[in-house]
């Protein structure tokens, strides 16, 4: 596939998705914010509702109120009782009962009461009856049994203190019976008698409905009985309100009932308790969005054909000036590397790419030439790498001369010397190998203490302890016998003490280490500082210029030493030089992590 039609397609990929995510935010953005404006208005609507739902409370409360703090009312409420006692009931005493009758009938009989609610009744339990309503469709039924009403011994615990019951039917009326709210109360000091306040159910839609409105409303009092519901709620709908109260205390959330979804929003009456709870189905939320979203599609598929009108004129101007490039290049060979790449006028970055393939050319073919040069050095270095190995087999056979003369002589003493130091010559001109384990380490050092024992003999005491963990790691070539050498050279100047050096090796949890310990005279501040100056200076050249570092450091000193574990494990790498009371203490060693690797010479 061609660049220009990879370009365009990939745009293309590009811009759909811009252009469907575009869609998308815009729907979303539009759905949040009618969601919003309707969470508003359903909140707006249910504290408006729950305030109205106890205002009517507060009215049916002010009844009771009324009739409690009117001294005649009262008075005969407390007083009825008594004709019931047993031998206060006679002729006189009928009449007298009558006229307290009289006065509860009359004080209900107001058209403030008559014309708000459906009844207000007075009764006891000895079968007395007062009410609002004593004609027509609301006649009351004053020798109900009131055994079987279910709230009075609710109304009796709350002393005094008005109840509301859920819509039930009347049970007062003898012509018909209505379904009903009501607010109740006892009346205080004795078997006085109930108050019962009665509203109509039917008329509580002047309260929660809206006309012409999509809002839906379920109202339920304080014991999760359901005060009101509107039509066309489902009762697992309103079931599940009930059940999960939480589920509307925020300003906007989604209540699931079957395959519908609503958006809700709650309020509790401040006075009474009373939970109203507005809803509006997802659907008719939404049902404005058509036209935007309609206008959001056009709009990204006008994006869309424009983008790609525009994408298809670039991708053409980018890619004529890159086929003449890839043309000259594969037209570019070993003969004409040297030729000029002609780039038509086009952007920086492709005359860039025309310019970085041309030194690209240059580079190579002076890589070339060098090349041809190294190949003559490469046959010369041969010939130098026979010529120098004709002085170790020379060293080699005069040890073995002396080895013989000591034989002859009988003299094993020099035998051994001979060929300690034949193995330790074999092992120091290796080159095939320039890396060795601890253990061979520690083989040469034995032989190198074998031949400085011969020298000093008993001025020279050396202790090697090495943990068995350790021996198998791999350490440049000669570092032990380096450390050693340069405790017997440096430490003991004009010292007639017997030298006393413990090589020891071991593994912790940070890593594996080996200290050369000696009893000498240890160093001064000044060689110190010259020391962690080529440290500085080893380990600066070789981070910026690789291994080949270790072909300008020579000599076989400590800063020889450092540079030698610092190629082969870089930051890990361990040294550490400080001087202990007795002498000096030589530290190297691998960090199993390379932030814990430690480069000092005495804490520095």
Known sequence: MKFRTKLILGFSIVIFFISAILGIVCYNYNSKRLSEKAAQSLKF???QTAANVDFTVDSMKHVTDYI????????????????????????GKTIKHNDLLDTLNIGLAMYYIDSNFYRVIIFNEFGDVASSTNTGSKLTNKARNISDIKWLNSATRMHG????????????GIRESEEVFSLARKVQG?????????YATDELKDIFEIPDSDIKVVAFLPGGEILYQSEGLTDDLVSYIKKHPEVTKMDSITVSSDTSMWASASEISDNYGIRV??????????????????????MAIGCFVISMGVVIFIASKLSRPLTVLKDQMENTGIENMDAELVVPNTDDEVQAVGIAYQNLMHRLNESIVKERRMSLL??????????AQVNPHFLYNVLNVISSRGIMDGDEEICEICGCLAAMLRYSTNTKERYATVEKELEYLERYIFLLKSRYEHR?????DCEESVKQEQLPKIVLQQLVENSIQHGYNNSKNIMKIYVHGWRDETGWYFEVRDNGQGTTEEVREELNKKMRKIRKKIMSRGS?????IGGMGLANTYARMFLVYNGRAVFRIRNLEEGLSVIIGVSEKEDEADVSGDDC
Do not use: C
Request: charged share 25%.
């Open 190 to 198: 004795g078997d006085f008698g109930y108050i019962e306040v009665q």
């Open 277 to 298: 709870v507005a809803l509006e189905e997802k659907t008719e939320i939404i049902a404005g969005m058509k036209e935007a979203v309609m206008i959001a599609l056009g």
């Open 548 to 552: 080949s570092i270790e072909l300008e």
């Open 378 to 387: 490469q046959l010369q270095a041969q010939f130098d790498t026979l010529q």
């Open 45 to 47: 609507y249910s504290r």
């Open 68 to 91: 409690l703090s009117e001294q005649d009312m009262l008075n005969a409420m407390k007083t009825l009782p008594k004709y019931y006692e047993k031998g206060n009931y006679g002729f």
């Open 161 to 172: 203190k008005p109840i509301l019951i859920a819509p039930h039917m009347d049970g007062w």
């Open 460 to 464: 020279l005491e050396v202790e090697v």
